[in-house]
Every structure is written in structure tokens, then in C-alpha cells.
């Protein structure tokens, strides 16, 4: 079987790549991108550590082919700091010690900048419920709540 050729964004940046068909944009990101901090989880999508963006619109890498990213923007967890500078989500995230074994933490943490681009005010419940498809076996979930509740008053107090 021959392989696909793609042309896609990856954080910000135009790439191509060959894949074959039945490969996953997960396998593609950590092993030919070389970008691992998309973790694989359970291969099924029901743990969410495998977390990015296609399009802005939050995905399980493991669901997705490779193939499907032609013409897309894809955002991993890689293409959160800038310049050298973290994120404020991975800021609070470090601070509030939102984060044990890290096999959850990219995902998290892309479904959290993804929950506040789409609504940068959440209530509590509002954060509980976006990020229920994303399961932590380490920390219980109150401190990576509170993380994000707290960025998202710290960006809401910076643009003011």
C-alpha cells in the first residue's frame, strides 16, 4: 500500500509528511514529528491524554488518521509556550502542583486552553464537565480545576 503524502500546520508551522493510510496522528506526532508530549493513554479515545486541536476544535489524536490532518491546523501541547515562555495554564498548572505522573498533563492542559478559548469566564462545573473526557488516575482533579480557574481570572484581569 502506498503511503499518503500531507500537507498540514503544525504548531503554526507548515509541514509535510508520508504516512500510511491507516496510521494515526498520534503515531505520526511522536514518531515521526518527533513531538511526544502527546501521550498514549488507552489507544481508544476514553483517557484524553492524547489531546490536540484540529481546526481549534479539541480531538483524541489516537481517533484520528494521520491522513485527515491535509489542509488542517493541528495544535499539540508543544505549541503552547512561546518564545521560550510557558503558557499561564502550564505556569498554574506548575504552581498549584496540578500534575503527579504526566501521563495526563498534555492532554489537560491542551483541553484547558481549548475550554478558554471558547469561554474564558468558566464556573467550576463548566470546567469539570469539559474536562471529564480526560481522566487522571493521580491527582483528583481539584488542583488541575482550580488551575484553570485561576488562569482564567488572571487573563481575564491582564486584558482589562
Not at 486541536?53 to 483524541?60: E, H, P
Amino acid at each position: 500500500m502506498a503511503k499518503l503524502h500531507v500537507s498540514t500546520t503544525v504548531n503554526g508551522e507548515p509541514l509535510e509528511f508520508l504516512c500510511e493510510p491507516y496510521e494515526t496522528m498520534l503515531d505520526t506526532l511522536r514518531n515521526q514529528l518527533a513531538l511526544t508530549g502527546s501521550k498514549e493513554g488507552c489507544a481508544s479515545g476514553d483517557c484524553g491524554a492524547c489531546s490536540i486541536t484540529l481546526d481549534d476544535r479539541l480531538v483524541c489524536s489516537c481517533l484520528m488518521l494521520a491522513a485527515e490532518a491535509e489542509g488542517h491546523e493541528i495544535r499539540t501541547i508543544e505549541g503552547m509556550a512561546r518564545g521560550g515562555r510557558l503558557h499561564p495554564l502550564q505556569e498554574k498548572f506548575l504552581e498549584q502542583a496540578a500534575l503527579q505522573c504526566g501521563i495526563c498533563t498534555s492532554g489537560m492542559l491542551v483541553a484547558s486552553e481549548a475550554l478558554l478559548a471558547k469561554n474564558p469566564e468558566p464556573s467550576e462545573e463548566e470546567v469539570r464537565f469539559w474536562l471529564a473526557g480526560n481522566l487522571c488516575r493521580c491527582t483528583g482533579y481539584d488542583k488541575i480545576v482550580r488551575a484553570v480557574l485561576e488562569t482564567a481570572a488572571e487573563i481575564r484581569e491582564a486584558a482589562q
